[in-house]
């Protein structure tokens, strides 16, 4: 995935913003970054990287198979 991609502003379904939910909640919980760090950083208000921040966190909580998947992609991330 281009950074051009991650940082577009699109509509699509086409998975790009579920990445970049992704991106964000990674940031805010094992980056440090404040919300508005992380919107600067994706070029967003920083209320829509906490929509993505809560979104992702909600997902985790209440679907098994992304949580599995979220935590074997940050224990790749850590090595």
Known sequence: MRK???LQHSRKKDGVGEI???IAYFLREYGD?????????LDRDHTTIIHSYNKI??????????????????????N
Do not use: H, Q, V, W
């Not at 970054?33 to 950083?41: K, N």
């Not at 909600?58 to 074997?72: G, K, L, Q, V």
């Open 4 to 6: 051009e991609n991650i």
């Open 20 to 22: 970049r939910d992704t």
């Open 33 to 41: 970054m404040s919300f508005p760090a992380i919107g600067r950083l």
């Open 57 to 78: 966190k909600s997902r985790i909580n209440e679907d098994r198979d992304f949580e599995t998947n979220f935590t074997a992609l940050i224990a790749e991330a850590k």
